[in-house]
């Protein structure tokens, strides 16, 4: 479970902000919108949403978090010797061109409160440190500076490993490369974040299919996609045998590898309507094409689908990028009422996403430590803050508000729209 995450000097984060999914001590939807994990007494939030213009950098706080995920699973066995680091550090100030970008997040393990954080540049990591947050006093379990790794006497599991350690790798990686115990458990809780947007919506639309071939998931599944009424009733997938002919121009190896294999019959994905006669009965049932002739909105919320499912029935945490991109805004709504609800999240799994959609900025749906605003200032750094953190009221009208510029975060407000002035004698470049 996440607590928060922090990030500076990346990309248009030049100093440090803080996302945190800590509920705050108010108490708007207390019991459906907040929990309270067993053995830790602290309470967290089951969703939150970000807001902000375009390039303002929603997209790139959640590309923050992804790195910090990708560097934990993949630094020590992905990055070769002298590979250089995929970062990009805050490029419109001189003075954070020397300096590292910073990561950091506090979570909740094993029942357990970790805190581990890292700094690097494209070539090293500078500093890394690994914490047990304990009601009493922190337990340090190791700190790096640079080459200088320490390991406290009690995480036997590091103990051997700094000197195994690669400048341009973490050594949380390395320790679980090596089968650590709380090292593998805390890759483990990273493996359970997914990242999903757009770019990657083969990959989710994948994950979804291949739930239909377990009955119990596809139940699950399916209800999911009936409760948003998309206008199909099942979803299936119709197999078809590639025949010799078909692989006519393949050597006789590839031919026959292909034939023998699963590849060898590849499927048609397949809607299930209802069909009528003229006295609008039920006679029977149409076959669609899910590519070709359903909308490009149930694709995506199909694609969605099935992480979503993981999420309400295992845990974790799940991030979209732009969820409101192709969906109706009651689809949008729906996904975020599954999280917030004590009957659907069981396994209080939290959902975190970004959106331009402001129906959901409303107080029947969120709280106002739930609602984040991305703004970039007048030199090109993006900043963050929730409502709570803007002093709004609790009464106040969240998207009225918001459109009309009162919280930043918009292009321009609603009651003062810029003009072009494209008809004007002296035209100036909008650039100077």
């Given at each position: 479970m996440l607590i928060k995450f922090k990030v500076g000097n990346y990309l248009s984060f030049k100093d440090e902000v803080e996302f945190s999914l800590e509920a705050a001590s108010i108490k708007e939807y207390a019991e459906n919108n907040v929990f309270e994990p067993e053995h830790v007494r602290i309470?967290?939030?089951?969703?939150?949403?970000?807001?902000?213009?375009?390039a303002a950098g929603k997209s790139n706080l959640i590309k923050a978090f992804e790195l910090m995920k990708d560097m934990v699973l993949n630094s020590a066995k992905g990055l070769q010797v002298n590979e250089m680091i995929a970062v990009e550090n805050f490029k419109l100030n001189t003075s954070t061109a020397k300096r590292p970008s910073t990561f950091e997040i506090e979570f909740i393990n094993d029942n357990r409160v970790y805190q581990y954080a890292f700094q690097l540049d494209k070539h090293r990591i500078w500093r890394e440190h690994l914490i047990e947050i304990r009601k009493t006093k922190n337990a340090t379990l190791f700190h790096r500076l640079y080459n200088q790794i320490t390991v406290s006497d009690f995480f036997t599991e590091g103990k051997g490993l700094e000197d195994k350690t690669r400048i341009n790798a973490l050594f949380l990686?390395?320790?679980?490369?090596?089968?650590?115990?709380?090292?593998?458990?805390?890759?483990?809780?990273?493996?359970?974040?997914?990242?999903?947007?757009?770019?990657?919506?083969?990959?989710?639309?994948?994950?979804?299919?291949?739930?239909?071939?377990?009955?119990?998931?596809?139940?699950?599944?399916?209800?999911?996609?009936?409760?948003?009424?998309?206008?199909?009733?099942d979803i299936v997938i119709k197999k078809f045998k590639l025949r010799e002919d078909q692989l006519s121009e393949m050597p006789d190896d590839i031919k026959k590898l292909i034939l023998s294999s699963t590849h060898g019959t590849p499927g048609k994905i397949l809607t299930i309507h209802k069909k009528y006669d003229q006295n609008n009965k039920v006679v029977g049932h149409e076959e669609f094409s899910f590519?070709?002739?359903?909308?490009?909105?149930?694709?995506?919320y199909f694609s969605l689908s099935?992480?979503?499912l993981d999420?309400?029935?295992?845990?974790?945490?799940?991030?979209?990028?732009?969820?409101?991109?192709?969906?109706h805004p009651l689809l949008s709504t729906l996904i975020v009422q599954f999280f917030n609800s004590t009957s659907d999240n069981i396994s209080n799994a939290q959902l975190i996403f970004?959106?331009?959609?402001?129906?959901?900025?409303?107080?029947?749906?969120?709280?106002?430590?739930?609602?984040?605003?991305?703004?970039?200032?007048?030199?090109?750094?993006?900043?963050?803050?929730?409502?709570?953190?803007?002093?709004?009221?609790?009464?106040?009208?969240?998207?009225?508000?918001?459109?009309?510029?009162?919280?930043?975060?918009?292009?321009?407000?609603?009651?003062?729209?810029?003009?072009?002035?494209?008809?004007?004698?002296?035209?100036?470049?909008?650039f100077h």
């Amino acid at each position: 479970m996440l607590i928060k995450f922090k990030v500076g000097n990346y990309l248009s984060f030049k100093d440090e902000v803080e996302f945190s999914l800590e509920a705050a001590s108010i108490k708007e939807y207390a019991e459906n919108n907040v929990f309270e994990p067993e053995h830790v007494r602290i309470r967290l939030l089951k969703s939150a949403a970000v807001f902000g213009a375009n390039a303002a950098g929603k997209s790139n706080l959640i590309k923050a978090f992804e790195l910090m995920k990708d560097m934990v699973l993949n630094s020590a066995k992905g990055l070769q010797v002298n590979e250089m680091i995929a970062v990009e550090n805050f490029k419109l100030n001189t003075s954070t061109a020397k300096r590292p970008s910073t990561f950091e997040i506090e979570f909740i393990n094993d029942n357990r409160v970790y805190q581990y954080a890292f700094q690097l540049d494209k070539h090293r990591i500078w500093r890394e440190h690994l914490i047990e947050i304990r009601k009493t006093k922190n337990a340090t379990l190791f700190h790096r500076l640079y080459n200088q790794i320490t390991v406290s006497d009690f995480f036997t599991e590091g103990k051997g490993l700094e000197d195994k350690t690669r400048i341009n790798a973490l050594f949380l990686s390395v320790i679980a490369q090596f089968n650590g115990n709380i090292a593998s458990r805390i890759l483990g809780w990273f493996q359970k974040v997914v990242f999903l947007s757009d770019l990657n919506t083969k990959t989710s639309f994948n994950h979804s299919i291949n739930l239909l071939s377990d009955e119990k998931r596809k139940k699950q599944l399916l209800k999911i996609l009936e409760i948003a009424n998309l206008g199909f009733e099942d979803i299936v997938i119709k197999k078809f045998k590639l025949r010799e002919d078909q692989l006519s121009e393949m050597p006789d190896d590839i031919k026959k590898l292909i034939l023998s294999s699963t590849h060898g019959t590849p499927g048609k994905i397949l809607t299930i309507h209802k069909k009528y006669d003229q006295n609008n009965k039920v006679v029977g049932h149409e076959e669609f094409s899910f590519s070709d002739e359903e909308s490009l909105g149930t694709q995506k919320y199909f694609s969605l689908s099935g992480y979503i499912l993981d999420a309400l029935t295992q845990g974790g945490v799940l991030v979209i990028d732009e969820l409101d991109a192709k969906l109706h805004p009651l689809l949008s709504t729906l996904i975020v009422q599954f999280f917030n609800s004590t009957s659907d999240n069981i396994s209080n799994a939290q959902l975190i996403f970004s959106t331009n959609n402001t129906n959901l900025l409303s107080d029947k749906i969120f709280r106002r430590d739930q609602v984040y605003f991305v703004e970039k200032d007048e030199l090109g750094s993006s900043k963050l803050m929730n409502l709570l953190g803007k002093g709004v009221r609790n009464d106040a009208s969240f998207e009225k508000d918001y459109l009309n510029g009162d919280y930043n975060a918009v292009p321009f407000s609603k009651k003062d729209r810029p003009q072009l002035g494209l008809f004007e004698e002296d035209e100036g470049s909008l650039f100077h």
